[in-house]
């Protein structure tokens, strides 16, 4: 499916309107480059660097009492939050106290260490989660100031689970606007910040988890993903992230509610700083869907098959991918072939030129029952639809209460048709048959995580369809891991997705638990030493250069 002239010449002109407009941007951008920035102060604490179920078997054993993590990752957020703005309600006082009982519990518990992993696996560890979850006597805003007030009576189920197994939330963290952004912005909170580049963003949905688990303030926390919002962030801020097989994890108690068929695109996850724990957490926030997923059987890679698809086919509404990108995967693909003795099948998959289309269409799709999704204009405005040209007028004024992303996406939406084009049905129809044979219960699929490194600061205005590398996943429902594959020349992250068949989430877990070790997995941002390794032998990027 070779691109038509008048596609190739959209495509030009596109990118070339992008350029124009980058190049104005720059021009005014307030950050000007990493030099001017302050930078992170390296860990100091041994504490931070333990994965969290290393963290449990060490607070169950009395080598460290709860009470001092939890207290060493106060005192990390205290020292970073300021910079990146990544948390933005605490409940120190109230984890500290948690804490104190958790360690008086182990005191007193005369079962054993193995009755205490079986029934609280978690039990000490500190966890995060996104400000959009209702976390109980937490805000839950999702960034809209008319939800200032609403402060959550109960815990999301996801979030239950968690604190069932032990786990002792630190606070809440910063998203988007309605969750429906790439940069985690409102007007509520404010920005939040990269922890390796405090000028670029950190993400969004779950940009917040993000922040704060790459600056080394949390080790695991609760992400959600209709578009990437799990695996965006956690590209940005060189961490790991699951987005599950749609339907494991039980997505309610989170705002905005899906609607129409958006229920079964929305997922649930972990956001971890250790590739170890992503599958304890996605086995916890399961519940008893986890036995779908057959996480214990163990995995051999040697027998897996393994795609790497170096870009989406070149749709002209996205940035061509980063060189260093490009370069990462191939070294992934290199490292596969050598150690694993297999060999990794480069493929084009054409329809996923229509990611975006695709995801467009679906996401405004009525639902089952006909009923038509909420509108964006109905969630901003709280139920009553806000007039996104009234509001624009607002924001060039500054008195609106809503971000530019979050009117500039109403103001699209006011354009799309809710009946999807029967050429873009049919390529989703023929993308998923295609990666369901290709994938079947053994195959892996490589594929960038996005097409840029952490961009500028509100530089995703220029670039909104880049989202789409991620987003097409969730309307097919299939099993994503982003995995970080070290830093850039410019000391940002690199990472790839991981992509299995639906229920074969342990496919992709298995992998990246493989790459963070022949890759070094996450790094300190406060740790210059990387920077000054990458820059040795990576090529700079063409579209990110400060
Ligand atoms: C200010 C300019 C706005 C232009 C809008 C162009 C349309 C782009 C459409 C959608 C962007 C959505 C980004 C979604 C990011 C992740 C969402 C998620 N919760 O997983």
């Known amino acids: 499916m070779a691109m038509t002239r008048f596609e190739r010449l959209l495509g030009l002109l596109l990118r070339a309107a992008v350029r124009v407009f980058l190049a104005v941007f720059e021009l005014f951008a307030p950050q000007r480059g990493s030099a001017e920035q302050p930078r992170l102060p390296p860990i100091s604490s041994p504490l931070l660097r333990v994965p969290a179920i290393h963290l449990a078997r060490q607070i169950r054993r009395k080598e460290v009492t709860s009470v001092e993590v939890v207290q060493a990752y106060i005192d990390r957020i205290q020292e970073v939050n300021p910079l990146i703005n990544a948390l933005v309600k605490d409940r120190f006082a ?5 804490a104190a009982q958790v360690d008086k519990l182990i005191e007193e518990e005369t079962g054993g260490e193995d009755v205490l992993e079986d029934r609280l696996p978690l039990l000490g560890v500190p966890v995060t989660v996104k400000e959009a979850f ?14 200032r007030t609403v402060i959550s009576g109960v815990d999301a189920p996801s979030v239950a689970l968690l604190k069932r197994a032990g786990a002792i939330p630190l606070g809440v963290t910063n998203c988007s606007e309605l969750c429906m952004w790439l940069e985690s912005h409102n007007h509520l909170y404010g920005i939040t910040r990269n922890p390796y580049n405090l000028g670029r963003i950190a993400g969004g949905s779950s940009g917040g988890e993000g922040s704060i688990i790459g600056s080394g303030a949390s080790v695991v926390g609760v992400g959600s993903d209709i578009g990437g919002s799990i695996r965006i962030p956690c590209f940005f801020n060189g961490i790991f992230g699951h987005k599950p097989t749609s339907g494991i994890v039980n997505n309610a108690g989170q705002h905005p509610p899906p609607s129409g068929q958006q229920p079964g695109f929305l997922c649930t996850g972990p956001m971890c700083r250790y590739a170890e724990d992503l599958m304890p957490m996605l086995r916890i926030m399961a519940g008893p869907a986890a036995e779908k997923l057959s996480l214990s059987a ?12 170096p870009h989406d086919g ?8 980063d060189p260093q990108l490009i370069q990462a995967q191939k070294k992934v693909v290199e490292r596969l072939e050598a150690d694993l003795g297999i060999k990794v099948k480069e493929v084009r998959i054409p329809q996923l030129k229509y990611s975006f289309q695709i995801w467009g269409a679906m996401m405004s799709s009525p639902g089952k029952d006909g009923k038509s999704p909420t509108t964006f204009a109905e969630l901003m405005g709280g139920g009553k639809r806000v007039w996104p040209a009234w509001e624009l007028f607002k924001c060039m004024l500054g ?5 530019v992303a979050a009117i500039g996406l109403a103001l699209v939406e006011m354009f799309q048709s809710s009946q999807p084009s029967q050429f873009i049905l049919q390529q989703k129809e023929s993308l998923q048959r295609e990666l369901e044979e290709l994938l079947g219960t053994d195959g892996v699929l490589l594929y960038p995580s996005h097409p840029q490194l952490a961009p500028k600061h509100h530089q995703p205005i220029f670039t909104p369809f880049n989202f789409s590398y991620t987003g097409i996943f969730n309307i097919l429902g299939l099993p994503v891991t982003q995995c970080p594959l070290g830093l850039s020349v410019e000391g940002l992250p690199l990472g790839l997705q991981l992509v299995a068949g639906k229920l074969q989430d342990r496919l992709p877990l298995a992998t990246a638990l493989y790459l963070e070790k022949a890759f070094g997995g996450w790094r300190d941002p406060g740790d210059r030493a990387h920077t000054a390794e990458n820059t040795l032998n990576t090529p700079k990027s063409s579209s990110n250069a400060t």
């Open 94 to 98: 109230a984890a500290l106290q948690e």
């Open 134 to 147: 209702a976390l109980q006597g937490m805000p839950n805003s999702t960034g809209l100031l008319s939800r």
């Open 298 to 309: 163990e995995v051999d890679l040697r027998n897996l098959r393994f795609f790497s698809v």
């Open 314 to 321: 070149g749709s002209p509404l996205l940035s061509p991918v």
């Open 399 to 403: 008195v609106s209460p809503h971000t």
